[in-house]
């Protein structure tokens, strides 16, 4: 793994309201893994395949466990669609998220059915 971190992040607005900032990126080889931590002993794992990413650990499993929804998302202004994970304690202030940016969701993908 080899990660590059930016001496001074890129800031930008890729929609209203929203800022982020560019800090670097990290380069995989094939079957390795980084996560990200949302806090203690709760975090997602990213793996690079030959084919591509697992970007999400299992959704119905892991993350279920871990307390995290996985939101399939319309963003209504620009159609455009995301796949969110959201933390069970941050539900609210993902709603409120939704509403500013008159996004939708169009199925739980924790709660499918097969």
């Known amino acids: 793994m080899k990660f590059s971190k930016k001496k001074i992040p890129r ?15 990290i380069e995989l080889k094939i079957d390795e893994q ?7 002993n709760v975090s997602n794992d990213i793996i690079k395949k030959k084919w591509g990413f697992y970007l999400t650990n ?10 995290f929804k996985t939101a399939f998302v319309h963003s209504k202004n620009y159609n455009r669609t995301f796949i969110n ?3 069970k304690t941050k539900m609210k202030d993902f709603k409120k998220y939704l509403k500013e940016q008159n ?6 993908l924790d709660e499918y059915d097969i």
């Not at 800031?11 to 900032?21: D, T, W």
């Not at 299992?58 to 307390?67: A, C, F, G, M, Q």
């Open 58 to 67: 299992s959704v119905n499993y892991t993350l279920k466990k871990n307390n």
């Open 34 to 40: 980084f996560s990200l931590n949302f806090r203690k």
């Open 11 to 25: 800031e930008f607005k890729p929609l209203k309201g929203i800022k982020l900032k560019d800090c670097g990126y």
């Open 103 to 108: 996004s939708e969701i169009l199925i739980w």
């Open 85 to 87: 994970l959201v933390h």
